[in-house]
Structure formats: C-alpha cells, structure tokens
C-alpha cells in the first residue's frame, strides 16, 4: 500500500477516511504517527473529526424525528396493534418532543383533509354546476329537434 513517510498532502487527502475509519491497518498506522508528530495536520484533523461527530449527531437526530413521526402517522391512521398502542402512548408522556409532534401532524391532517373535501365538493359543485349550464344550452337545441320532429310527423300524417 503506502510506503515510507506520508506528506501532510496526503494525510489532508486521508483525513476524512482516518475519521471514518475507513483505512486498513497499517494506513491508519502511518495517519496516527505523522498526527503525532505533525501538528498541524493534528488540527486539521481536530477540525475535521468535530465536523464529523456535528454530522453523526445530527444524522443520529433526523433518524429519530423520522421514526417518531412513522410512529405518529402509524397511530393516527389506525395502522398499530393494541400492544404497539399502548408503547406509543407511554412514549407520549415520557419522550421529548412526541406530543408536540403529535399534535402538529393531527393539525397537518386535519388541514389537509379540509382541503381535499373542500376541493373534493367544490370539484362536484362545478362540474353539476356545468352539466346543469349544458343542459339547459342544449335544452333549447333538444326542444328545437323535438318540435322538428313533431312536425315532420305531423306534416307526414296529414299527407
């Protein structure tokens, strides 16, 4: 693999990886050894490694706020068994955060089920509201052939 010293080129190129720890044995080796001896890449690898655990933590944060809202639409649509009902609630009271976000998404679909049986009944107001309009458009037109019919059959009976 690598091979005598690393230049602090290098080991700016490999930080991200030693903070992963994403290196094989010996690579990390050679990184932990001119960190030792090299101060300033031991900055920037101070630097980059609190870069990365602000990441992991925040990565860490979104997961949990993804899981407790599934958990909150699960409950709110009906989709848990009595048992998972009964875990749910208890971390309502006991976890920061799920009540208010309970109370959010409630809120969140309530408004949307407003807004699509509103829209829902507008949609059927207009379209009756049309269909009604092109009858009576065309209730002059059905007229105007029936009487043309009348007559015709009035004028073929009289002959």
């Known amino acids: 693999m690598l091979k005598g010293n690393l230049t602090c080129t290098i080991i700016s190129k490999l930080l991200t ?8 044995d ?6 932990s050894i001119h ?3 090299c101060p300033m890449c031991m900055e920037k690898y101070t630097v980059v490694k609190k870069l ?3 990441a ?11 899981k407790m809202q599934e958990e909150i639409s699960a409950y709110l649509d009906g989709e848990m068994s009595e048992q998972e009902i009964a875990d749910f609630e208890q971390k309502l009271s006991k976890k920061e ?10 809120n969140l679909k309530k408004t949307l089920n407003n807004s699509f049986y509103k829209t829902k009944y507008n949609l059927k107001t207009d379209i009756a509201a049309k269909t009604m309009q092109q009858l009576k ?3 002059g037109i059905i007229y105007g052939v029936v009487n043309l019919i009348r007559w015709f059959f009035k004028k073929s009976r009289e002959e």
Do not use: P, W
Not at 17 to 24: F, R, T
Not at 26 to 31: D, I
């Open 17 to 24: 990886h030693y903070v992963e720890d994403n290196l094989d």
């Open 26 to 31: 010996k690579c990390k080796n050679m990184v």
């Open 35 to 37: 960190l030792r001896n």
């Open 52 to 54: 990365f655990m602000e």
């Open 56 to 66: 992991e933590k925040k990565r860490k944060l979104i997961k949990e706020k993804e």
């Open 97 to 106: 955060g799920y009540e208010d976000a309970l109370i959010q998404t409630m």
């Open 137 to 139: 458009n065309s209730r």
